[in-house]
């Protein structure tokens, strides 16, 4: 029976077919849900961020839920590694956050904040701040991860998050979504306010792709299970305009 979830900013939406008819049913309802993860070792099992409340857990499908501690409140960001399960959580102020044990303990990744770049990283309607808008572990390489800060860059770690190069050369420093081939290693995509970008080398180096359209603030993107090379974004002209 096909299934989806979907954050609202307000609840969790648990879309189910049913014959020909697609129902859905609001969950965590007034939460604020801003994100969410599936964990594919765990039948049932999902993650959400919650702008003020914090990262929950389902493990029956959204039936019930478990606030898991998170210290910080404002989640923009979560993921789950497909190699070994670790649950990464992304806030505002930017900082990352990882659980090893299906988030019942967290620890700051907190050399993501020293980065050099840091201290000039700043989100345009709230520019005393900035935040993790999108957490992307490798989906062959559990050290491996990229991150993007909005608005503040593509930020890079081959040790788990314990240790992080600046901001990819070439890649867009307003970054909307990120995101893995699932079986060509290497192949990494970027959406973000300037355009698109991605990387053949496991994230270390950047090459933008924008020609032939004229649409430049991409959001959101989707990649083909079986032809890496292609892909597909979400763009509107501008910020402020509509799509």
Aim: aromatic residues 10%; charged residues 20%.
């Amino acid at each position: 029976m096909p299934e989806l979830f979907a954050t609202t900013g307000e609840n969790v939406a648990h879309i189910v077919q049913q014959g020909d008819v697609w129902n859905t049913k609001l969950l965590l309802k007034d939460s604020r849900a801003q994100c969410l993860a599936l964990d594919k070792g765990h039948t049932g099992t999902l993650y959400v961020g919650t702008h003020g409340k914090g990262v929950w857990k389902s493990s029956d499908n959204g039936e019930t839920w478990q606030d898991m501690g998170l210290p910080q409140e404002d989640v923009f960001s979560i993921a789950v590694s497909p190699v070994n399960g670790a649950v990464y959580a992304g806030c505002e102020p930017s900082m990352l956050f990882r659980s090893e044990d299906g988030g019942q303990t967290w620890q700051e990744l907190s050399a993501l904040r020293s980065i050099p770049s840091a201290p000039t990283w700043s989100f345009p309607p709230r520019p005393w701040t900035s935040h993790v808008r999108w957490i992307a572990p490798n989906p062959h390489n559990a050290a491996l991860l990229i991150v993007g800060i909005e608005l503040g860059g593509l930020m890079y770690s081959s040790h788990g998050g314990q240790t992080w190069s600046d901001h990819r050369a070439n890649a867009q420093r307003d970054v909307h979504a990120l995101a893995w081939h699932p079986t060509a290693q290497g192949k990494a995509y970027e959406a973000g306010g300037g355009g698109t970008a991605w990387s053949k080398d496991g994230g270390q180096t950047w090459q933008r792709i924008d020609d032939g359209r004229d649409r430049h603030y991409t959001w959101a993107l989707a990649v083909d299970h079986d032809d890496p090379d292609c892909w597909f974004i979400s763009a509107c002209p501008g910020a402020t305009r509509g799509a």
